[in-house]
């Protein structure tokens, strides 16, 4: 490897994955929830993080909904 680099000639160029990024976000989920993607995440050996990702995902992609009905 060189000891020195030159660096002024080139030009910059922006991240062609930027879109690409996750972004971080804080969410609170009951502990029932966490451990059953933890468990579902361990038996297929990815990160559960990553799992509940592509579950979300999923859902966003095919315009789910959630049906619940109150009691009143």
């Not at 160029?13 to 361990?42: C, E, G």
Request: proline letters at 4%.
């Amino acid at each position: 490897m060189r000891a020195h680099y030159n660096f002024s000639n080139m030009k910059g160029q922006k991240n062609p994955y930027v879109k690409h990024l996750k972004q971080p976000v804080t969410i609170r989920l009951d502990k029932d929830s966490v451990a059953y993607f933890k468990a579902m995440a361990k038996e297929l050996g990815i990160p559960y993080q990553k799992l509940i990702n592509l579950y979300l995902r999923d859902c966003a992609m095919n315009r789910r909904k959630l049906m619940l009905k109150w009691a009143s």
